[in-house]
């Protein structure tokens, strides 16, 4: 940040954030918090929150909408992203391992998965999951806000489906033929 002009951002930038934010504090905390990554520089950061385009729709929510799709674009393994917030929106699952079991994932693997969305989501110390705002859940299962980041489409559904299949699969005494003990909470 040391070659970047001051003040930064400027009058102007401050001034378009504050418009799109539409009022709501949640906006302008969400930016601050997708700006703060250590593992990106700040003023990129901001300029893909300042390429965001004005909505052209009158939802309330337009705005923030918009924010939450800029931020969900940077997630590249989408696959694993859906399965998480699948089980954890339709199962109630919060604890991260019992998701990586259920996902018959590697321990560590929703983390990293989740790690470029800490601007939305609170992983407590790494063991349960968490959203800073209630409007984020609101926007991941609201087809017409979310669209493509829908959680609800049926193929998260049947994919969901065949990990409680699984799951209901094992007995318990033949925990042991899966490897990684998955499902056995």
């Known amino acids: 940040m040391a070659t970047v002009p001051f003040p930064w951002p400027s009058p102007q930038i401050i001034d378009a954030l504050v418009s799109k934010s539409s009022g709501y504090f949640i906006y302008a905390s969400t930016v601050i918090k997708f700006i703060d990554d250590k593992n990106f520089r700040p003023s990129n950061r901001l300029e893909i929150i300042v390429g965001i385009k004005e909505p ?23 696959p694993r992203l859906f399965r998480i917030l699948t089980a954890q ?8 391992t019992h998701i990586e079991q259920f996902l018959e994932m590697e321990p560590g693997d929703v983390g990293l998965v989740l790690r470029a969305l800490h601007s939305v989501i609170d992983l407590h110390d790494c063991q349960w999951i968490g ?10 299962q609201d087809f017409t806000r979310a669209g493509e980041f829908y959680v609800g489409t049926d193929q998260h ?29």
């Open 56 to 78: 052209d729709f009158g939802s309330p929510f337009a705005g923030l909408d918009q924010l939450y799709t800029q931020i969900l674009y940077q997630i590249h393994d989408r």
């Open 89 to 96: 929106f339709r199962l109630r699952l919060s604890s991260v």
């Open 131 to 140: 959203f800073h705002h209630a409007s984020f859940p609101d926007y991941l």
């Open 157 to 185: 559904l049947t994919d969901l489906c065949r990990h409680i299949l699984k799951a209901f699969s094992y007995k318990r005494e033949e925990l042991s033929l899966n490897q990684r003990s998955h499902v056995a909470w």
